[in-house]
């Protein structure tokens, strides 16, 4: 599958959870799914839903400024409430909520206007449209899901509902989103309650590069997405191909104040090194409240993140994953040419830092952010039988607070050793 080059050099993007669910701050339509909140109750917070300090363009200098590259907004999570002023229900905050008015739109103009690729979380399923728990699956991908507003029960389904719903509500909202906002990527969810045909996945994919070739889809379309898609923690494996990690800056998704678990930068910052060491991108969630402000906790933690990686960016953009595990003990980048490989080290070095199974002569070693140079040594090595000694690095004298990234200049393209050693 083709992937536009922007969202692999990207490596940071900010997710925004807003919705309803921020006016009482419950969980994002789980909480009504899973009877903690009735239904009647979830969806008054139309009512109490504002946007009244809705700044598009204050979040998107918040988002420059944490040195993202694209941000993702919820339009529509799976209670089915939609953020614009969607023709194929009635169920949206401009027809139903003190808002009357479009919200998504808004969004997309101020990320453009501050160079920042568009992003349009969608949920395939919704829980609030009567004409969507009418068909299941061959099997139950989790028996969770066997619950009134997804499924129907045993011999009550009707396909002909189904149709409906997919034509009228899942393409009808889709096609809107594309045509009114002409997003950068469409980020879906809630694929899991129905199988790809039922889905129709292939030719849903076909549709809208059809009629939007540039657009990226994310991994969440049961294998007709462009990239993976993993959730709260990087992968302990590299994963092949393009893919994101999706992860939150306290524990929860949308705003909820009892939720005051906040990581630190110095916890994020190794987060992000660790996930585009392994080639992906970190997509990294805040919740806004009800009127549209985002908490100062995540905002100084963004910005914090943000000083970082300007101070390293040399390290970040563009470079691709670096080295296998067992070379250097911590995340690595290589640059775009593979002449440079960029070692992170999360805790202050003492004695020296050491880099494993090079065979290149190393130039030059550098500190990000400091420019101090380094003295190196090759200890060991058998070099009638190729096998490279160990580059023994001096430690700076000065270290980063979150995390140190050294700069390895190599004579060529990097060539990696992965024998043995033995004689």
């Known amino acids: 599958m083709t992937m536009q080059p922007w969202f692999s050099e990207a490596k940071l993007g900010i997710f925004v959870h807003w919705g309803i669910y921020a006016v009482d701050g419950v969980g994002e339509s789980w909480s009504f799914f899973g009877g903690d909140v009735p239904y009647e109750t979830y969806m008054a917070q139309l009512n109490g839903f504002t946007a009244s300090r809705y700044r598009p363009d204050d979040w998107a200098k918040l ?16 209670d089915g409430v939609a953020l614009w002023d969607t023709a194929c229900t009635d169920l949206s905050v401009p027809r139903r909520s003190p808002v009357a008015r479009d919200l998504v739109g808004p969004f997309a103009d101020a990320l453009r206007r501050h160079d920042l690729r568009v992003g349009l979380y969608f949920s395939h399923n919704d829980w609030s449209h009567p004409d969507y728990p009418s068909v299941r699956p061959s099997k139950l991908h989790r028996p969770w899901v066997d619950n009134r507003y997804a499924m129907p029960a045993p011999g009550d389904e009707d396909p002909e509902r189904w149709e409906r719903y997919l034509e009228v509500v899942h393409r009808g909202q889709i096609r ?61 494996t590299r994963p092949e191909g393009p893919w994101e990690l999706c992860y939150t800056i ?8 009892q939720d005051t678990r906040h990581k630190s930068v110095r916890e994020l910052v190794r987060v992000f090194a660790e996930t585009i060491g392994h080639g992906g991108n970190l997509l990294l969630n805040t919740g806004p409240r009800e009127d549209g402000t985002i908490r100062p906790e995540h905002a100084q933690r963004l910005e914090g993140l943000g000083r970082w990686i300007s101070r390293n960016q040399e390290a970040v953009y563009p470079t691709e994953a670096g080295l296998p595990y067992g070379h250097h003990y911590g995340p690595s980048m290589l640059s775009k040419d593979r ?43 058998f070099p009638s039988r190729r096998v490279p000694g160990v580059v023994r690095i001096e430690v700076p004298t000065v270290s ?19 024998g043995s050693g033995e004689g």
């Open 339 to 381: 002449r440079t490989l960029f070692l992170v080290c999360f805790d202050t070095p003492r004695v020296f830092v050491e880099l494993r199974g090079v065979h290149n002569t190393v130039k030059r070693i550098s500190v990000l952010g400091t420019g101090q140079e380094l003295g190196h040594r090759v200890v060991g090595g």
């Open 400 to 418: 980063d607070p979150y995390a140190t990234v050294l700069a390895i200049e190599l004579d060529g393209e990097l060539d990696l050793y992965t």
């Open 250 to 257: 306290n524990d929860l998704w949308g705003y909820q104040p």
């Open 176 to 236: 809107e989103l594309i045509e009114g906002y002409r997003p950068d990527l469409l980020w879906f969810d809630g694929a899991w309650e129905r199988d790809e045909r039922q889905w129709r996945m292939k030719e849903l994919r076909e549709e809208i590069l059809a009629s939007s070739p540039e657009t990226v889809l994310n991994g969440r379309m049961l294998g007709h997405g462009d990239f993976a898609t993993a959730e709260l923690g990087v992968p302990i």
């Open 63 to 78: 988002f420059r400024k944490a040195g993202a590259k694209y941000a993702v907004l919820t339009t529509k999570h799976h």
